[in-house]
């Protein structure tokens, strides 16, 4: 079965950056795109961007371009995300998801950063 | 790109229906036939229920059911259960290979 399984929770100070990663299984890693959407507390899902897992494009929402990177290992199937110049309105629950075809379909279980002094 | 409207909470009781809308433009919802429902628990990821704006994933009960109507796109929950209380949301692919969401629904049952 598809799963995305997510790094752990992270505590950061204003102005570093996080990365998490995203470990896939149950389908071709290459075929298929990760997205990435967070979640602040009590918020809406707010698209970020992507990665095409086999071409290596990219893609980012205009909200992020500059301060999200993303990269892939290829050999463990996995997929990372790391954002910059972080502020505390980036405390958020970050989630990476698998697009098939057009549609986001499976999810992460999430990963929490908190950005605080 | 600006989220999708969607009310921000719809009640029912048990056995009823309820119908959630998100409505967008015609550069998203309006324009193409990728818009998906999500159904997030608190403290969980969100939940594919209805992709290509009216298919059902393996799994998902039939009473969940998609339907669009220019840039206006409709999630219908018929005959109610308490285990459909939870955030909704919609996602519509909004060309130039990016996406958008919806601001989330809170559907609770009576």
Not at chain 1, 39 to 56: F, I, T
Not at chain 2, 6 to 28: N, Y
Not at chain 2, 73 to 101: K, M
Request: hydrophobic fraction near 30%.
């Amino acid at each position: 079965q598809v799963q995305l399984v997510q790094s752990g929770a992270e505590m950061k100070k204003p102005g570093a950056s996080v990365k998490i990663s995203c470990r896939t299984s149950g389908y071709t890693f290459a075929h298929y795109t990760i997205h990435w959407v967070r979640q602040a507390p009590g918020q809406k899902l707010e698209w970020m961007g992507w990665l095409n897992a086999g071409n290596l494009n990219t893609k980012f929402s205009q909200n992020f371009k500059g301060r999200v990177t993303f990269t892939r290992d290829t050999s463990a199937s996995t997929v990372s995300m790391e954002l910059s110049s972080l502020t505390s309105g980036d405390t958020a629950m970050y989630y990476c998801a698998r697009e098939g075809g057009y549609n986001i379909d499976y999810w992460g279980q999430g990963t929490l950063v908190t950005v605080s002094s | 790109q600006s989220a999708l409207t969607q009310p921000r909470s719809v009640s029912g009781s048990p056995g009823q229906s309820v119908t959630i809308s998100c409505t967008g433009a015609s550069s998203d919802v309006g324009g193409y036939n990728y818009v998906s429902w999500y159904q997030q628990y608190p403290g969980k990821a969100p939940k594919l229920m209805i992709y290509d704006v009216s298919k059902r994933p393996s799994g998902v009960p039939d009473r969940f059911s998609g339907s669009k109507s220019g840039s206006t796109a409709s999630l219908t929950i018929s005959g109610l259960q308490a285990e459909d209380e939870a955030d909704y949301y919609c996602c519509s692919y909004a060309g130039e290979y990016t996406w958008v969401f919806g601001g989330g629904t809170k559907l609770t049952v009576l």
